[in-house]
């Protein structure tokens, strides 16, 4: 009879593009969340926790990469053949609700959500297929008075978390704006008549510079392009923009091929940001005079930072920005990003800035898939594992939390009484825990009671019981003392103290506050 193999243990690895949080690491993502949570609802926006899974259908053509079937999401199909996948956003399943639900909601609805979503995308450094996003989100209002709240929303939500003014700016473009000068450029703006070619001239004008894409090919084409302005530059762009360029690691980026003069129009857009707000607007004016698409989207922009002054937002927190594009296809107006403005040093100790942490816009048809009506919607997401990467730079959350109290063990015999010891630090609001691993070795418990950052350790022995007393050892003045303090300066400063029984509790809140 032959020798059954044994089946192979499995490997205790993450898989790649996961990652595994720990106890501060939640501890901080909980309380930032809290933290905008209490901004989007002070702002009248109503929770919304939707379902993780959506159908393939109701995810839609935005898809982050549709080269192959369902590439981009996780996907599985089930025995009636319907294929389901895990959210890649917040916003796909917030049109799906609207549309199921439109009957018994308000309009316009407000609802915020939070929570992970996952991206069947190549994992690297510091991209991972499984993050958190906070969303909100305005269904059901075309004015861009909207548009406007959510920025300044944006701008309060940074200041919460504890980016403070100066260190961010929240730039706003308008999709309208960008497709005017699509139109433009490709049209031939920049010579001194567009009017000038017949429709025959225009036409295989148009054939000849777009190589045979289609108009919604070739603009996703240059809007990839065009969102890449931050990271490479102007001549990075322009380079993207016509026969492509080398990367950082020398390899070879193929471009759209578009006409050198094309490629101007774009760049010379991106880069008409001027020093005020309305100098910008009158620089996107003189550009779009001969798109009247273009300029609706200009006038939108208008609007929305006179609101934003009137409410105290002025191009120190929000501005316009025409460098603003937004990759994905469904914006159809104002679009915006929250940009970290502060210097942080990369890998190579390099400074750079930190970069966008949120971004939004307005997407009124995409809850027409569903309904076949155009429903007007605006909203803006927040990547919180950036933005909690933004505030540990700046110093502004500690890489550890602090532990539980630990009362340890020196005689099982009496679990009851120390139990009762927990409990009452408990009752009064303390963290605390009793150590429940094997009590023989005392120099364990206090490695354990280091581990979990404990600030207190109380000691209670067979002598302790007869006395009526505890030992509070003080961990955290402990470690300093050992560190730094002479025997004498240990003497005069000690971190252990004998205290009755029945003041158990109020040494410790002593103590706890003392270290706070």
Known sequence: MAKQKKTPRPKAI?????RDY?????TERAEMLATIAGVYHRYGFDALESSAVETVEALGKFLPDVDRPNEGVFAWQEEDEAWLALRYDLTAPLARVYAQHRE??????RRYTMGP???NEKPGPGRFRQFYQCDADTVGAPSVAADAEICAMLSDTLEAVGIPRGDYVVRVNNRKVLNGVFTSVTRGAGKNDIDAMSPSELREYREHELRGLKNDEILDAILRQLDKFDKVGAEGVRHLLTGGRNDKSGAFIEGVNLSDHMADGFVQFLQARRSSNSETL?????????SAIGREGVDELEQIADLLAAQGYGPDRIVIDPSVVRGLGYYT???FEAELTFE??????RPRQFGSVAGGGRYDDLVKRFTGQAVPAT?????VDRLLAALREKGRVSSQVQGPVVVTVMDRERMAEYQTMVAELRGAGIRAEVYLGNPKNFGNQLKYADKRASPVAVIVGTDEFDNDVVQIKDLILGAKIAENATLEEWKERPSQFEVPRNELVTKVQDILKAQA
Do not use: M, N
């Open 333 to 335: 107006g104002p679009v």
């Open 104 to 109: 018994r909601l308000p309009t316009p609805y």
């Open 22 to 26: 720990f106890g501060h690491e939640v």
């Open 344 to 349: 942080i040093l990369d890998e190579k100790g």
């Open 379 to 383: 909203g803006v997401s927040i990547g």
């Open 14 to 18: 993450t898989p790649k593009g996961f």
């Open 117 to 119: 979503v996952w991206r």
């Open 282 to 290: 009158a620089r996107l004016r003189e550009i779009l005079k001969f």
